[in-house]
């Protein structure tokens, strides 16, 4: 599988308004795209069908037509975290059969993007967390930085636990959170001076987060080197 790990520097960063902004830009730029989420916590129920935001808005945002389940292989109901969400509901967070599916569907692409879910180590069950699923899927790794107060101590911990992990951090991309917060320009450069890898861009706070306006603020040339030509 060829493509990227997307975490964050924690949850509701904007971690799906980015993966679904870079899916976009790499299907304009001529790739199949797989967009992938593979768990997901919170369900909403419209027209007949139990629907995941999330899951929907990546299953948008690629081009190869996949199915809400392709995107989203676990989608449990409860919005909490995943592994209280799964003892809620007496269901299982197995580490082969979703890493199978993941291949399975991700395999297919010319760039799968794997998002996670929360920060980059959330439990999944009692033996396994999204650390490690990071690292069973070995890609290289984008963060998504969530620029509010705290985001430095936040990027660069888990910059730090990407690494350990034997990971590449590829790239990072700043997401507005607060709107009104100060000293924007050099909490960015302090960023770019601890994290030691390229940014791929600055996301405004947008009135509309969809995929073609995110896409608009990312830049993929960092992205390519780490992909087959």
Known sequence: MKGFFITGTDTEIGKTAVTAGL?????????????LKPISAGLDFVD??????DVERLRAAGNM??????????QLRTACAPHIA???ENEAIAREPLLHA??????????????????????LNDEW?????ATDLGLPVVLVVGLRLGCINHALLTAEAVRARGLT?????????????????DNLQALQAGLQAPCLGHVPRLAHADHTTVARHL?????????PA
């Not at 037509?65 to 676990?74: D, K, R």
């Not at 967390?129 to 699923?133: G, K, N, R, W």
């Not at 790239?171 to 009104?180: E, L």
């Open 23 to 35: 899916a976009h830009a790499f299907a304009q730029a001529g790739r199949r795209v797989a967009a």
């Open 48 to 53: 007949g069908h139990w629907l995941n935001d």
């Open 65 to 74: 037509g996949l199915t809400s389940a392709e995107v989203g292989a676990l």
């Open 86 to 88: 799964a003892r809620v």
């Open 102 to 123: 993941l291949r399975w569907v991700g395999g297919r692409a010319d760039v799968a993007l794997v998002e996670g879910v929360g920060g980059f180590r959330v439990p």
């Open 129 to 133: 967390d999204t650390a490690d699923l």
């Open 169 to 185: 951090l590829a790239a990072w991309v700043a997401n507005t959170v607060d709107a009104h917060q100060p000293h924007v320009t």
């Open 219 to 227: 830049a993929l040339q960092p992205l390519l080197g780490h992909l």
